[in-house]
């Protein structure tokens, strides 16, 4: 049986983003300063989530700023 998904976890500390068509991600800022993801400030203990939605998402980009993101991505 092929694989149909690949899980893809990472703690990060520079910009970045998740490329089109990811099924599902969850980020939250583990670090102690304010982080930007898609646009909207994340702070110290937050989390979004993108859950699966029956097709692709379209990109979306962080920037940890003086933080520490862990980003769980569904490829």
Same mark, same amino acid.
């Given at each position: $049986?092929?694989?149909? !998904?690949?899980? =893809?976890?990472?703690?990060?500390? @520079?910009? %970045?983003?998740?490329?089109?068509g990811f099924l599902s991600a969850?980020?939250?800022? @583990?670090?102690? %300063?304010? !982080?930007?993801? =898609?646009g909207v400030v994340l702070f /110290? %203990?937050? !989390?979004? *989530? &993108? /859950?699966? @939605? *029956?097709? %692709? &998402?379209?990109?979306?980009? &962080?920037?940890p700023g003086a933080s520490t993101?862990?980003? $769980?991505?569904?490829?």
């Amino acid at each position: $049986m092929d694989i149909l !998904a690949q899980v =893809n976890e990472i703690d990060t500390t @520079v910009s %970045g983003e998740i490329s089109d068509g990811f099924l599902s991600a969850s980020i939250k800022n @583990v670090g102690e %300063g304010k !982080a930007l993801v =898609n646009g909207v400030v994340l702070f /110290p %203990g937050e !989390a979004k *989530g &993108y /859950p699966f @939605v *029956g097709k %692709g &998402y379209k990109k979306i980009t &962080y920037n940890p700023g003086a933080s520490t993101l862990r980003i $769980m991505q569904i490829i």
